[in-house]
Nanobody, 119 residues
Framework: QVQLVESGGGLVQAGGSLRLSCAAS????????MGWFRQAPGKEREFVSS????????YYAASVKGRFTISRDNAKNTADLQMNSLEPEDTAVYYC????????????WGQGTRVTVSS
């Protein structure tokens, strides 16, 4: 089992920045990739970004590419999402997700952290 806890959400004005952090605990040795998803009010949850836990480059949704940067720190078991040039359309609850080597599906989820971007 892997436990994921997000932090770093909040309220920011358009054009501002926020950094989200996801702390992983438990059987992190089984991890393959870490990702960030988001769900805006009245919308489906959507992919934002992912990165390999020990290797493998980042992927980004087209809507955030060039503005968001995902990174990992294996010593701290964290995966962060740096969000710059935020837009009101980025307002959502952001979820950290984990994928294991064995199943290769997003099996583990954090509780979510809310990001609100005001215009």
């Amino acid at each position: 089992q892997v436990q994921l806890v997000e932090s770093g959400g909040g309220l920011v004005q358009a054009g501002g920045s926020l950094r989200l952090s996801c702390a992983a605990s438990g059987r992190t040795v089984d991890m393959y990739r870490m990702g960030w998803f988001r769900q805006a009010p009245g919308k489906e949850r959507e992919f934002v970004s992912s990165i390999g836990w020990t290797y493998g480059g980042p992927y980004y949704a087209a809507s955030v590419k060039g503005r968001f940067t995902i990174s990992r720190d294996n010593a701290k078991n964290t995966a962060d999402l740096q969000m710059n040039s935020l837009e009101p359309e980025d307002t959502a609850v952001y979820y950290c997700a984990g994928m294991t080597n064995r199943r290769r599906t997003w099996d583990y989820w954090g509780q979510g952290t809310r990001v609100t971007v005001s215009s």
